[in-house]
């Protein structure tokens, strides 16, 4: 047994460590191999190089079409999760703490209900609300917003757990702060943590979306790489392994940002006794 | 541990101090038959209290008393469920916590973690439209009031517990706000600190003339530092009086047995004479005869007397000795006496209890 009591030998850290990196790693090694080869037999470039070829751009148009409404829709997402879901948690916190198992179950609920569910009840809203503001791909935000809704849920309230958010609150209103200025300069420069967590995954959520934008014909990332793939197999693939970079990166942003600011210090003094 | 200690500093003799040299007369605060409800429950019974203008008053009680929730009506923290709140004459029932222009301490620490120290003492400044040069000059004055003016820069988690009331106390005052309002703010620290804060937030109150509402379960912080004091009981107003009157003339048996230590033994009433162990003392108020149990200080009884005891305990309190004594009829007595006394457990004594009038209550 070593010091740690339950951890596992070195050893055994090393296998799970190489078992597990394995089955991530071989199928990304596997298409960024794919990527690199010539039909002709050897390796080449001309994949890669072909994205910026004028003359393939025709076929591309799909997937950069989708990457941009991916974008706006990320941007969106995030922006309902600010806006919509944090100031709702806030308020269930500070307001209604009895609703809190209550609102945890809701917000938890979309992991368990499949896209294709959630696409048959969506899909008469859509219809209204194609009525109302169009049928612009940015509109699946709303989906978005329910989708992201787990993950950003855990995010803030971790960060909400964190801090005195009643004293904090009291306090500020007691010093004349209104409720716009403890929100936005006690609550959120606390809560930064959480709310970028929440941000970050929210982006990498709706980057990797294709069901709900498949079943209600709107052009996203992915679906626009399956559209794609029919003539060009190999831009996909250089795509897949593009966006999984970029969210690999998201993902070591959140990590970064939860570990080593001066904010991760700031948190200890809540629960700090007396001097 | 990066905090320096908690040395008192004392108050700076300046008249550069803008807070100083603004020291006001303070405002008038009234509860006028405050009642609050949560849910079926009441828990304050129509609290009537009239503080004066720059008077610093505990309510002081047990827990679940009232006491926070009358604070926290007074805040604008809690609706009352009937009665009004006066700031300065001026109903303020329906008035938001943020425009009652008070300063609170909490009990939990309270400064905002992002901001450092200055910029926290200046936080209700800035929320009341003083620009950020002016706010941060003031903060600093207030920081130099409780005498943490060196740590301007500091982050609050840089700062030991003692250090972080402090700083909640000046950004409480730096905006000279009508009532100030402590919610037990000494509860958290060590004692030594706790007795030290209790002092500099006395004479900083009495130096600048804030009209002060302090809310504590610890007899002698409010023994020590109030003008009067409120003894709360389930939701009520028991007794308000100097620390003096509570002390020597409590008009209930429960402020009786709340404020300061009491022997609690058994008497006889008969004609406003309570007979106590044989001894005879006078009654406060107006009690029925018969049967009751009398309420003793440790101070009223001496070593040396007709009644015949055996020592159960005896503590050494550093300039005096207190020691429980147990009479040959059963009651339990505590008497305080010279610390050259030393007694020893099981030793037999006598006693004898000071003619000083005193609270009895009827036996049930």
Same mark, same amino acid.
């Given at each position: 047994?070593?010091?740690?009591?339950m951890?596992?030998?070195?050893l055994?850290?090393?296998?799970?460590?190489?078992?597990?990196?394995?089955? #991530?790693?071989?199928?990304?090694?596997?298409?960024?191999?794919?990527?690199?080869r010539?039909?002709?037999?050897?390796?080449?470039?001309? +994949?890669?190089?072909?994205? #910026?070829?004028?003359? +393939?751009?025709?076929?591309?148009?799909?997937?950069?079409? &989708?990457?941009?409404?991916?974008?706006?829709?990320?941007?969106?997402?995030?922006?309902?999760?600010?806006?919509?879901?944090?100031?709702?948690?806030?308020?269930?916190?500070?307001?209604?703490?009895?609703?809190?198992?209550?609102?945890?179950?809701v917000?938890?609920l979309?992991?368990?209900?499949?896209?294709?569910?959630?696409?048959?009840?969506?899909?008469?809203?859509?219809?209204?609300?194609?009525?109302?503001? &169009?049928?612009?791909?940015?509109?699946?935000?709303?989906?978005?917003?329910?989708?992201?809704?787990? #993950?950003?849920?855990?995010?803030?309230?971790?960060?909400?757990?964190?801090?005195?958010?009643?004293?904090?609150?009291?306090?500020?209103?007691?010093?004349?702060? &209104?409720?716009?200025?403890?929100?936005?300069?006690?609550?959120?420069?606390?809560?930064?943590q959480?709310?970028?967590?929440?941000?970050?995954?929210?982006v990498?959520?709706?980057?990797?979306?294709?069901?709900?934008a498949?079943?209600?014909?709107?052009?996203?990332?992915?679906?626009?790489?399956?559209?794609?793939?029919?003539?060009?197999?190999?831009?996909?693939?250089? #795509?897949?392994?593009?966006?999984l970079?970029?969210?690999?990166?998201?993902?070591?942003?959140? &990590?970064?940002?939860?570990?080593?600011?001066?904010?991760?210090?700031?948190?200890?003094?809540?629960?700090?006794?007396?001097? | 541990?990066?905090?320096?200690?908690?040395?008192p500093?004392g108050?700076?003799?300046t008249?550069d101090?803008?807070?100083?040299?603004?020291?006001?007369?303070?405002?008038?605060?009234?509860?006028?038959?405050?009642?609050?409800?949560?849910?079926?429950?009441?828990?304050?019974?129509?609290?009537?209290?009239?503080?004066?203008?720059?008077?610093?008053?505990s309510?002081?009680?047990?827990?679940?008393?009232?006491?926070?929730?009358?604070?926290?009506?007074? !805040?604008?923290?809690?609706?009352?469920?009937?009665?009004?709140?006066?700031?300065?004459?001026?109903?303020?029932?329906?008035?938001?916590?943020?425009?009652?222009?008070?300063?609170?301490?909490?009990?939990?620490?309270?400064?905002?973690?992002?901001?450092?120290?200055?910029?926290?003492? !200046?936080?209700?400044?800035?929320?009341?439209?003083?620009?950020?040069?002016?706010?941060?000059?003031?903060?600093?004055?207030?920081?130099?009031?409780?005498?943490?003016?060196?740590?301007?820069?500091?982050?609050?988690?840089?700062?030991?517990?003692?250090?972080?009331?402090?700083?909640?106390?000046?950004?409480?005052?730096?905006?000279?706000?009508?009532v100030?309002?402590?919610?037990?703010?000494?509860?958290?620290?060590?004692?030594?600190?706790?007795?030290?804060?209790?002092?500099?937030?006395?004479?900083?109150?009495?130096?600048?003339?804030?009209?002060?509402?302090?809310?504590?379960?610890?007899?002698?912080?409010?023994?020590?530092?109030?003008?009067?004091?409120?003894?709360?009981?389930?939701?009520r107003?028991?007794?308000?009086?100097?620390p003096?009157d509570?002390?020597?003339?409590?008009?209930?048996?429960?402020?009786?047995?709340?404020?300061?230590?009491?022997?609690?033994?058994?008497?006889?009433?008969?004609?406003?004479?309570?007979?106590?162990?044989g001894?005879?003392?006078?009654?406060?108020?107006?009690?029925?005869?018969?049967e009751?149990?009398?309420?003793?200080?440790?101070?009223?009884?001496?070593?040396?007397?007709?009644?015949?005891?055996?020592?159960?305990?005896?503590?050494?309190?550093?300039?005096?000795?207190?020691?429980?004594?147990?009479?040959?009829?059963?009651?339990?007595?505590?008497?305080?006496?010279?610390?050259?006394?030393?007694?020893?457990?099981?030793?037999?004594v006598?006693?004898?209890?000071?003619?000083?009038?005193?609270?009895?209550?009827?036996?049930?």
């Open positions: 047994m070593n010091a740690a009591g951890a596992p030998a070195r055994t850290r090393w296998i799970i460590g190489v078992v597990v990196g394995g089955a #991530f790693l071989v199928p990304l090694v596997g298409t960024f191999l794919y990527t690199l010539d039909p002709a037999g050897g390796v080449t470039l001309a +994949h890669w190089a072909s994205l #910026f070829d004028p003359a +393939h751009a025709a076929t591309l148009r799909p997937i950069l079409l &989708g990457l941009g409404n991916s974008l706006i829709l990320a941007l969106v997402t995030v922006a309902i999760v600010l806006v919509v879901v944090t100031p709702t948690i806030i308020l269930v916190n500070l307001r209604f703490p009895a609703l809190r198992r209550a609102f945890e179950f917000a938890l979309p992991i368990s209900i499949p896209a294709i569910v959630l696409v048959v009840g969506l899909a008469p809203i859509y219809l209204q609300i194609g009525r109302a503001l &169009g049928t612009g791909a940015w509109t699946l935000a709303f989906a978005y917003g329910i989708t992201v809704l787990p #993950f950003a849920y855990r995010a803030i309230q971790a960060s909400l757990d964190a801090i005195d958010l009643r004293t904090l609150t009291e306090a500020a209103r007691s010093l004349g702060a &209104g409720w716009p200025d403890v929100v936005l300069r006690v609550l959120v420069p606390n809560l930064r959480g709310l970028m967590a929440a941000s970050l995954i929210s990498a959520v709706v980057l990797g979306e294709f069901t709900i498949s079943l209600l014909n709107k052009q996203v990332l992915q679906t626009g790489m399956v559209v794609v793939q029919k003539q060009d197999a190999f831009a996909p693939a250089i #795509f897949t392994l593009l966006s970079a970029f969210v690999f990166v998201l993902l070591l942003i959140i &990590g970064s940002v939860n570990t080593g600011s001066p904010g991760a210090r700031v948190r200890k003094n809540t629960t700090r006794k007396a001097s | 541990m990066t905090a320096i200690d908690d040395a500093r108050l700076p003799r008249a101090n803008a807070l100083l040299a603004e020291a006001g007369t303070g405002t008038r605060v009234e509860f006028r038959g405050v009642v609050k409800d949560y849910g079926p429950t009441r828990v304050l019974h129509g609290i009537d209290l009239d503080i004066r203008p720059g008077e610093f008053v309510l002081l009680g047990p827990s679940g008393c009232g006491k926070t929730t009358a604070l926290r009506v007074l !805040a604008g923290l809690e609706q009352a469920s009937g009665g009004s709140v006066l700031l300065g004459g001026q109903d303020v029932s329906g008035v938001p916590t943020n425009r009652r222009d008070i300063g609170m301490v909490f009990q939990a620490y309270s400064l905002f973690p992002h901001l450092r120290v200055v910029d926290n003492a !200046a936080f209700g400044l800035r929320r009341r439209g003083v620009g950020r040069t002016a706010a941060t000059r003031r903060a600093g004055d207030a920081l130099d009031l409780v005498g943490l003016g060196h740590l301007a820069d500091r982050f609050p988690h840089q700062l030991s517990g003692g250090q972080q009331q402090r700083v909640a106390l000046a950004r409480a005052l730096v905006t000279e706000p009508r100030l309002l402590l919610d037990e703010p000494l509860s958290a620290l060590d004692a030594k600190v706790r007795v030290q804060l209790r002092d500099e937030i006395r004479r900083i109150q009495l130096r600048l003339g804030t009209t002060t509402v302090f809310v504590t379960h610890d007899q002698e912080e409010a023994l020590a530092v109030s003008d009067r004091i409120a003894v709360m009981n389930a939701g107003i028991e007794q308000i009086g100097t003096e509570l002390y020597l003339r409590p008009e209930t048996p429960g402020v009786a047995a709340f404020v300061g230590l009491s022997s609690v033994v058994p008497a006889t009433v008969s004609g406003g004479i309570a007979s106590v162990l001894a005879t003392v006078p009654v406060v108020g107006e009690v029925a005869d018969g009751a149990e009398a309420f003793i200080r440790p101070e009223n009884v001496r070593l040396g007397g007709p009644i015949a005891a055996v020592v159960q305990e005896s503590t050494f309190l550093g300039s005096m000795r207190r020691t429980l004594v147990r009479t040959e009829q059963g009651a339990q007595l505590w008497l305080q006496h010279p610390v050259a006394e030393r007694l020893g457990f099981d030793e037999r006598t006693v004898g209890i000071a003619p000083v009038p005193v609270v009895v209550r009827p036996r049930g």
